[in-house]
C-alpha cells in the first residue's frame, strides 16, 4: 500500500482542455426531454451545501449528517481550496482528489486526498437529489 509520505510532493506543469457539450449526448430526467438545453426537468427533490472542513492534508473520510440522505440518494462532490474571503473557493497549487462517495441513510461519507506538504483549507461542495 502506498503511503502519503510516498507520494511525490513536487508541482507540476498542469495542462488546460475545454470542451462542448455534445446535446445528442445528454439524458434527461422526467418525462419529457425539453425543448432546449436551457431548461432542464428534473425530478425529485434536491439542493447543494457546502461544508468548510477546516485546515487538512493527506487522507481523510469525512462525514456529513443530514437526515435528508438515504441509500438511494445521489450524491455529487467537489472539493477545494479555501475558504476565500467571500466564503468561495479558489484553484491553488494543491491537488484535491475526491474518491468516493457513500450515501447511506442519515449520513453521507467523502473520502478525499489532498496533496500538500502542510494543513490547508478544504471546501466541500455537495449536491444532493433524492429521486
Same mark, same amino acid.
Given at each position: ?13 498542469? /495542462?488546460?482542455?475545454?470542451? /462542448?457539450? /455534445? ?5 434527461? *430526467? ?24 477546516? *485546515?487538512?492534508?493527506? &487522507? &481523510? ?11 438511494? @440518494? ?9 475558504? @476565500? ?15 468516493? %462517495? ?9 473520502? %478525499?486526498? %489532498?496533496? &500538500?506538504? @502542510? ?5 466541500? /461542495? ?6
Amino acid at each position: 500500500m502506498t503511503t502519503t509520505a510516498d507520494r511525490p510532493t513536487t508541482l507540476v506543469e498542469v /495542462d488546460h482542455l475545454q470542451a /462542448d457539450l /455534445d446535446p445528442s449526448a445528454t439524458q434527461f *430526467m422526467g418525462a419529457q426531454k425539453p425543448a432546449s438545453l436551457n431548461v432542464q426537468d428534473l425530478r425529485g427533490t434536491g439542493f447543494t451545501y457546502r461544508h468548510n472542513w477546516g *485546515m487538512r492534508r493527506g &487522507w &481523510w473520510d469525512l462525514r456529513l449528517n443530514t437526515t435528508a440522505v438515504g441509500p438511494n @440518494t445521489r450524491v455529487f462532490a467537489s472539493a477545494a481550496e479555501g475558504p @476565500t474571503s467571500d466564503g468561495g473557493k479558489f484553484l491553488g497549487n494543491a491537488r484535491y482528489l475526491v474518491y468516493n %462517495i457513500a450515501p447511506v441513510a442519515g449520513h453521507v461519507d467523502v473520502r %478525499i486526498f %489532498i496533496d &500538500w506538504q @502542510t494543513p490547508i483549507g478544504c471546501v466541500i /461542495d455537495y449536491f444532493i437529489v433524492n429521486p
